[in-house]
């Protein structure tokens, strides 16, 4: 493709959600329009700062003597995804952030979350957005766990989210996440 000011875009939610999760196994869609697994549960609306992807990269450099860099050796990469949930009252998200045991009950009849030092489950998660030209981009994430969490505001000028960062965790085939592209 030529270099072309059509090849930019900027990335919005698929309508119908962007971010579902599932427990880790089910079955993931390998393109743009495949109907998700029942199991997947869809995560609402994202604060307006949107996703953001993060890579991070630890390498180390060999010298020689003399002091030249004669060798770049890649020591560790991490896959990272951060988004912030702001449906707080939906059951979805509190079990996401929570764990699932960790949440009991509904809205209706009363609801409790217990706060502790469990571990959260790995999930997968799946990520529908459109580009430019009702292009469909779908980011599937088979095996990813949160391993950040900021902090919760409860403020009468600001909704109250959960700001959240997942790390992936490679696949059986050493992939942290899958990116399928259909342009309408």
Known sequence: ??????????????????????????????????????AFECLGYVSDAGLTNSTELETTDIKAWGGDTVLNIQTS???????????????????FVNGSTNVTGDLSTGLTVTVN????????????MLLRDNTAKRIVIPDCKIS?????????????GYETTVTCIPDSNGNTHYEYLKSA
């Open 117 to 128: 030092n469990k571990d959260v489950e790995e999930v997968a998660i799946v990520i529908d």
């Open 77 to 95: 990469k991490a896959d990272k995804f951060t988004f912030t949930l702001i449906e707080i009252l939906n059951e979805s998200v509190l079990a």
């Open 148 to 160: 950040e969490m900021g902090d919760v505001v409860y403020s009468d000028s600001e909704a109250v």
């Open 1 to 38: 493709m030529a270099n072309t000011a059509s090849n930019v875009s900027a990335g919005k939610p698929a309508i119908a959600g962007a971010i579902h999760f599932a427990p880790k196994g089910t079955t993931l869609p390998t393109d743009t329009t495949t109907a998700l697994d029942a």
